[in-house]
């Protein structure tokens, strides 16, 4: 991902703060809201707890999209693969950003799980522009 595109998709989803994450679990697609992103070392990371269905589902099948709204009423659609780094370092760098989550996850921690996203495809839409496609 460009540095300059990878820094819009992030700016737009921590502006959104709740994007929405599809996965798949056999046939059916499952969708829940989400509300981490984690620019770190020019990648973007999510987290979660390794104990919940979506990690089980990525751990199946990789393959994800995601879509959030901002305040102008402009929408990301993004999609690619989610990829394990469960480096404590990136567990840090997540903890710091979201300070609310150390009650419930901790860096290096059995449950804390940290994905990055990967072949990733982004495109911000509007009513009223061209969709803008993020050089990736």
Known sequence: ?????ITKVYDFLKEA???YLATVDGEQPRVRPFGTILLFEDRLYIL????????KQIA????FELS?????GRWIRVHGNLVE?????VHIAMLED?????????AGGENTHTLY??????TIYSFEEEPEVLKL
């Open 1 to 5: 991902m460009a540095k300059n595109d």
């Open 17 to 19: 703060k709740t994007y």
């Open 48 to 55: 979660t707890s390794k104990t919940k269905d979506v990690a």
């Open 60 to 63: 199946t099948n990789s393959k």
């Open 68 to 72: 959030a709204m901002d305040a102008r």
């Open 85 to 89: 780094d469960n480096r404590k370092e």
């Open 98 to 106: 979201y300070p609310h989550l150390k009650s419930t996850n901790s």
């Open 117 to 122: 996203l990967d072949n990733v495809a982004a």
